[in-house]
């Protein structure tokens, strides 16, 4: 990940951190994530998605516009939203940024309760690695509906099924260091929620 980052980094070096954030971005988290999951979602129903904002004339332009146009005064896109003033309605350039997720909430309640009954086996992979009271508690407080836990109950799924396969032989190669990784691993995840 450090090569991969410094890789990134290094053509940018010099410019101001909004400069350098956004190229890295451009390199690494939108075709490694953002159009990604737009391409095989919309190839999974035969829909041809289009980002008209990544154009590269768009993006060359935009990449070469000092950071004082780009964000001010909290304001993000703000050349844009100058731009296309007095075109759009003021709540659409006063509308926070919205993403598109998952509905993990609701579906831990409903159709993935499976995954957290998974959690709470004493026979489960993260066993060793969390407090199985807490992780209860977590559950039980997330299916009664008095909060909502649904990241960090996400971040113990994925590391229950990680786990699984590391301990299957499923991950890319083994490795002598498979017990000391699983530890960091599990570490990591619980620190994070600790956080």
Do not use: C
């Not at 768009?58 to 003033?85: C, D, Q, T, Y």
């Amino acid at each position: 990940m450090d090569a991969l980052l410094a890789a990134a980094f290094s053509p940018v070096a010099g410019r101001d951190l909004l400069a350098q954030m956004t190229a890295v971005d451009l390199v690494t988290y939108l075709p490694g994530d953002i159009l990604t999951k737009v391409d095989r979602m919309s190839m999974s129903v035969s829909l041809e998605a289009r980002v008209p904002l990544l154009d590269h004339h768009i993006v060359e332009f935009a990449a070469a516009l000092p950071s004082r146009m780009k964000h001010r005064n909290g304001v993000g896109k703000w050349l844009l939203r100058e731009a296309i003033r007095g075109l759009v309605p003021p709540r659409v350039l006063e509308h926070p940024k919205h993403g598109f997720s998952v509905p993990l909430a609701r579906w831990f309640r409903e159709d993935l309760r499976y995954r957290l009954d998974a959690l709470l086996d004493p026979g489960a992979r993260i066993a060793p690695y969390v407090d199985r009271g807490g992780v209860a508690r977590l559950v039980a407080e997330h299916r009664a509906g008095r909060r909502d836990h649904h990241h960090l109950l996400w971040r113990l799924i994925s590391l229950e099924i990680w786990l699984a396969a590391l301990a299957e032989g499923r991950l890319a190669h083994a490795s002598p260091l498979a017990p000391a990784v699983r530890q960091a691993a599990a570490a990591a995840v619980v620190n994070s929620m600790s956080a």
